[in-house]
């Protein structure tokens, strides 16, 4: 089956739900869209279960022993950066990272095009853009690695 698009994301254990009403929005929005999940430390035999959520569904896993939550968090938000290239190398076609506390609600045509007209995009909330150089980003939370801005796009001044 030729895909229009590959629409990826990252999984623990902890965000299995989250991930079942994806695929399940996704099944009924982006049917024939592939979707690669790779689920980390994640029990293999829940893969026959996701499927049933989403048919084409293609599910890599990663087992790592982590010391505590918060890495195993860093581990997940970054484990974009090695899925990208390798992607990339498999498929010829555009590829779209979605959060996993994401949901499809509407036909996945829109995204499709958006995706196959620019090479690199970020879309953002308008609520979540901050001034860099404004005390309200000295209290942005701190994300899992440490750095700052979790959760928001900041707009830098030029």
Request: proline share 3%; charged share 25%.
């Amino acid at each position: 089956m030729h895909n229009k698009i590959v629409v990826c994301t990252v999984a623990s254990n902890d965000f299995m739900h989250y991930l079942e009403r994806l695929l399940a929005s996704a099944n009924k929005y982006i049917v024939k869209e592939l979707l690669y999940l790779v689920l980390v430390n994640v029990d293999e035999q829940k893969a026959g279960y996701l499927k049933k959520l989403h048919k084409n569904l293609e599910i890599s896993h990663d087992f790592v022993k982590f010391k505590n939550l918060e890495e195993q968090r860093g581990y997940c938000t970054n484990r974009r950066a090695t899925l990208f290239p390798k992607l990339m190398e498999i498929y010829n076609t555009p590829i779209v990272w979605v959060d996993v506390d994401s949901l499809f609600v509407r036909n996945g045509l829109e995204m499709i095009e958006y995706a196959k007209e620019y090479d690199l995009s970020i879309i953002y909330r308008e609520n979540e853009k901050i001034k860099a150089e404004t005390n309200k980003s000295k209290n942005i939370t701190l994300g899992p690695l440490g750095t700052p801005f979790f959760n928001v796009f900041p707009e830098f001044n030029k």
